[in-house]
């Protein structure tokens, strides 16, 4: 079974610039969810989709970021523009349900604003 | 969800168990002990869950005290993979909750040679 799948691995932009980073899910898991790690700190939660609704978005700075997951599949998050604070590993999860669902995690993207 | 402490980092002897603590005296009655590793450059990994009776799997066996305050996680034969930073969560289990995970800072732990 294949696990979390998210490109790029890497990105380097710099300030001001867009990025957008895309997760495919574990099939059949119905909810998606992004995390932001910054170096040293554990992942701190962004937005949770069930299916295509976004069911939790507090912690998302939605002046710059951005995400959706159109088809209730794959999911695509967004900053416009990135700022030097945005530097981190962007993480994405998916679970089966929540819950007692554990979540299963992709490698993440590594981005780097200069 | 409750807060949980654990010691910053620790060494372990490769082929020896690691027994990793965990505190979590705040933790409410409905509230399940999980634990998560990542290791380096990886997302994290599930590893095992309980509520309050002992757990086992094929990775690792979680000791939850009786009175649910604090718990170990236990590697049984520690290998260099097992290098990485473990995370003791706790959270309500309920669909209501949506399966949010709040993590801290973890045990970075090393095993050596």
């Known amino acids: 079974e294949a696990g979390v799948v998210q490109s790029p691995r890497y990105k380097i932009i710099e300030k001001k610039q867009p990025v957008a980073f895309w997760c495919n899910p574990i099939s059949g898991h119905n909810t998606l969810y992004w995390y932001r790690q910054n170096l040293g700190q554990g992942p701190e939660l962004l937005i949770r989709y069930e299916n295509e609704e976004a069911v939790d978005d507090s912690q998302l700075p939605k002046d710059r970021f951005s995400a959706e997951r159109l088809k209730g599949v794959d999911s695509t998050l967004k900053i416009q523009p990135a700022e030097l604070g945005d530097s981190a590993v962007y993480l994405c999860?998916?679970?089966?349900?929540?819950?007692?669902?554990?979540?299963?995690f992709g490698p993440g993207t590594r981005l780097t604003v200069t | 969800d409750a807060k949980t402490t654990q010691p910053t980092s620790m060494d372990c002897a490769e082929g020896r168990a690691a027994n990793l603590p965990c505190n979590h005296s705040t933790i409410s009655g409905n509230e399940y002990v999980y634990w998560y590793r990542q290791i380096h450059s990886q997302g994290p990994q599930y590893i095992i869950h309980?509520?309050?009776n002992n757990e086992t799997n094929e990775m690792a066996s979680l000791i939850i005290t009786e009175d649910r305050k604090s718990s170990t996680l236990i590697l049984p034969h520690a290998t260099l993979r097992d290098t990485a930073v473990y995370y003791c969560i706790v959270r309500v289990a309920i669909k209501a909750a949506g399966n949010k995970l709040t993590f801290g800072g973890g045990t970075r732990v090393l095993v050596k040679p």
């Open positions: 309980g509520l309050k």
């Open positions: 999860a998916s679970s089966a349900g929540t819950g007692w669902y554990e979540q299963y």
